[in-house]
Each structure stands twice: as structure tokens, then as C-alpha cells.
T-cell receptor
Framework: GAVVSQHPSWVICKSGTSVKIECRSL??????MFWYRQFPKQSLMLMAT?????????EQGVEKDKFLINHASLTLSTLTVTSAHPEDSSFYIC????????????FGEGSWLTVV | AQSVTQLGSHVSVSEGALVLLRCNYS??????LFWYVQYPNQGLQLLLK??????LVKGINGFEAEFKKSETSFHLTKPSAHMSDAAEYFC????????????FGQGTRLTINP
């Protein structure tokens, strides 16, 4: 079956530094990828929609300059948290869709970010 | 705006008992409906989904859900709970023309008592 992989699974960084999280579709081409964040004991909130070769579309309230999303190829999207602060600590999950019907969506394993 | 409501943030059942997790949605267009399960410190795993066709959908691990348009509901059930079912369950909706974005419910934590 289709697999979406995220790396790293766990990352700890110092305040003020930047950290990059990768999301890869391993056996299909993903024209669209989505980034979500999940705070402890809460639901997933969509951050942005990433389309290959174009700028990401951010949800209201998500800082574009802080959460940089790049979707340079059909199998890779990256989320960079710039100038990270402790409040950015969260579980970040990506998903990818392999077709345009909207009913086949695969999630990555998620990445835990802790900012100290 | 589309929204998803899961009734009960925490459900506790005995092993072997019926599991019922409730999900209602609001959508002005025909939705696609999903149930995901999240085990501790892991990502999301798709349990089942409804897109078109039969309204009773069977998923993995013995779970099933029924789409009831008149009630705007998509409740998740399992006849007999197993200890391994303990996890967080999320109902989600997307819709044709919604750019495949998923809107998630708040989640329901299922606890299984021995």
C-alpha cells in the first residue's frame, strides 16, 4: 500500500534555531500534501496545503514566515519551523493524496518537536 | 463552514462490550467521511471511510460505521471491544471541491476495562 514517511520522528532544538521536517511519499506521486499540528490531547489542525511547484496555501492564523513549506518534488514536502520557541513544541503530521478525488489520503507517522 | 463534532471526549467500555463512538458533521455539500485511530506516540491510521455507495462501511479491526445523511452522522461501532482497541479515535470530513482538506473532530479517547 501507499506509504508516507516523515523524518525525523523526534527532534529537540534550542529556542531561536530552525528545524526542518520532511514528508515523503514513498511509492506514489503526491501532487498535494498537507501539514497538520496536534497539541497534546487535542485534535489535528490543518496548517497548510502544499502543492508541488507552487506556494503553499496557509490556513488562517498560521504564520507563513514562521512555518516555511517547500514542495519541490512530487514525493517530498518540507516544513521548516524558523526561530523556534517553546510554544512551537507540538506533534506535526503530514498527509498526502495520490489522486484528485479527495478520498485517498495517507498520513505520515508524525514528528515530535520539542523546543527547549 | 464545515465542522465535525465527536460526542464524548472519553469513552470507557468493558472488554467484550459494544463500542459506539459518535460523530456528527455539518456540511453544505456531500461529504467524504473518515475514521482514524491514533495509538500513543504514533501517527494516524485509517480505520474506514465513506465516499459513495453503500452507507454501511466496514473497516479494519472489526470496526464499521454507517453514514446517515438525515442525521448528518457517521457513528463508529464495534460489536465486541478488545484491549488492543484502546486508543484515540478521530472522525474527519472532507468534501468534493474542498481541495481534499480534512476537518477533524476533537477526538475520543477509548479506554477498555478488563
Amino acid at each position: 500500500g501507499a506509504v508516507v514517511s516523515q523524518h525525523p520522528s523526534w527532534v529537540i532544538c534550542k529556542s531561536g534555531t530552525s528545524v526542518k521536517i520532511e514528508c515523503r511519499s514513498l511509492d506514489f506521486q503526491a501532487t498535494t500534501m498537507f501539514w497538520y499540528r496536534q497539541f497534546p490531547k487535542q485534535s489535528l489542525m490543518l496548517m497548510a496545503t502544499s502543492n508541488e511547484g507552487s506556494k503553499a496555501t496557509y490556513e488562517q492564523g498560521v504564520e507563513k514566515d514562521k512555518f516555511l513549506i517547500n514542495h519541490a518534488s512530487l514525493t517530498l514536502s518540507t516544513l521548516t519551523v524558523t526561530s523556534a520557541h517553546p510554544e512551537d513544541s507540538s506533534f506535526y503530521i503530514c498527509s498526502a493524496t495520490r489522486d484528485s478525488s479527495g478520498n485517498t489520503i495517507y498520513f505520515g507517522e508524525g514528528s515530535w518537536l520539542t523546543v527547549v | 463552514a464545515q465542522s465535525v463534532t465527536q460526542l464524548g471526549s472519553h469513552v470507557s467500555v468493558s472488554e467484550g462490550a459494544l463500542v459506539l463512538l459518535r460523530c456528527n458533521y455539518s456540511s453544505s455539500v456531500p461529504p467524504y467521511l473518515f475514521w482514524y485511530v491514533q495509538y500513543p506516540n504514533q501517527g494516524l491510521q485509517l480505520l474506514l471511510k465513506y465516499t459513495t455507495g453503500a452507507t454501511l462501511v466496514k473497516g479494519i479491526n472489526g470496526f464499521e460505521a454507517e453514514f446517515k445523511k438525515s442525521e448528518t452522522s457517521f457513528h463508529l461501532t464495534k460489536p465486541s471491544a478488545h484491549m488492543s482497541d484502546a486508543a484515540e479515535y478521530f472522525c474527519a470530513v472532507s468534501w468534493l471541491g474542498g481541495a481534499q482538506k480534512l476537518v477533524f473532530g476533537q477526538g475520543t479517547r477509548l479506554t477498555i476495562n478488563p
